[in-house]
């Protein structure tokens, strides 16, 4: 297997690690992280069906 990990998905999982060490730590984080990752997610899911092509 000869794949490269491309910059988007090494920032993706660096992120994802220390989200998940902090929500570990600190509860009251992770739920912080939880809400904001959920409203993200959501409006991602949501603008990108509406990308204006015809």
């Known amino acids: ?3 490269q990990l491309d910059v ?4 993706l999982i ?3 690690i220390t989200a998940g060490y902090l929500a570990y730590h ?3 984080v992770g ?8 409203a993200a997610s959501l409006l991602h899911l ?3 069906d509406s990308g204006g092509e015809e």
Do not use: C, H, Y
């Not at 739920?31 to 959920?38: E, P």
């Open 31 to 38: 739920i912080a992280l939880m809400v904001g990752f959920s």
């Open 14 to 16: 660096v992120l994802g």
């Open 26 to 28: 600190s509860p009251e």
């Open 8 to 11: 988007r998905t090494v920032v």
């Open 1 to 3: 297997m000869n794949a």
């Open 46 to 48: 949501l603008l990108k």
